[in-house]
């Protein structure tokens, strides 16, 4: 069974940071591309970053370009985000999701707030 | 960026009866590999997004076959006929046709 369990979230002030992970099983994580997908507390769903599965290939929305970074450990088949100079507008529950978003995790909560 | 646009906003079915959602692209969505790059998804209350259909008309492994889509290059359909409980929650359409990726604002389906 596909399963991926995000972990990382909480509440965080403006300007700082912040790092997700997502950790993936039953499948073979190193041959698939992965993103990471948000929704806004009672909003829609924006697609956030993608990355290939061998991290050659990677590419992120406008709205977190120089801000966010995807990164992820095949041998610890696990998928990260990191998240710098956080905004109020980044808060959002985050889902990471496998390369043809055809399963998603249950999502992590991120808060930004003073 | 591919902008989709969905409608209705909301839509209120009775139970065994069909409903549509359309999904309308800015630019087509027909791939160089002949792919319509065209997915649906359902959010149900509390839950992740799970997929529903693939390149445009392709039901996604244990999706029922009540759910059906087609279309064109820029115009979309999903048709849920005879609509059950478990149908209720939120459609979005999406493609994967370029970066960056983008969703419709999606469409909320309830029971009357």
């Known amino acids: 069974e596909v399963q991926l369990v995000e972990s990382g979230g909480g509440l965080v002030q403006p300007g700082r940071s912040l790092k997700l992970s997502c950790v993936a099983s039953g499948f073979t994580f190193s041959n698939y591309g992965m993103n990471w997908i948000r929704q806004a507390p009672g909003k829609g769903l924006e697609w956030v970053a993608y990355?290939?599965?061998?991290?050659?290939?990677?590419y992120y929305a406008e709205t977190v370009k120089g801000r966010f970074t995807i990164s992820r450990d095949n041998a610890k088949n696990t998928l990260y985000l990191q998240m710098t100079s956080l905004r109020s507008e980044d808060t959002a529950l985050y889902y990471c999701a496998r390369g043809s978003m055809d399963y998603w995790g249950q999502g992590v909560m991120v808060t930004v707030s003073s | 960026d591919i902008v989709l646009t969905q409608a209705p906003l909301s839509v209120s079915v009775t139970p065994g009866e069909s409903a549509s959602i359309s999904c309308r692209s800015s630019?087509?969505?027909?791939?160089?590999?002949?792919?319509?790059?065209l997915y649906w998804y359902l959010q149900r209350p509390g839950k992740s997004p799970q997929l529903l259909i693939y390149?445009?008309?392709n039901l996604a492994s244990g999706v029922p076959d009540r759910f059906s889509s087609s279309g064109s290059e820029t115009d979309f359909t999903l048709k849920i006929s005879k609509v059950e409980t478990e149908d209720v929650g939120v459609y979005y359409c999406g493609h994967r046709l370029e970066y960056p990726r983008t969703f419709g604002g999606g469409t909320k389906l309830e029971l009357k």
């Open positions: 990355i290939s599965s061998g991290s050659s290939y990677i």
């Open positions: 630019k087509s969505l027909l791939s160089s590999k002949g792919i319509t790059s």
């Open positions: 390149q445009m008309s």
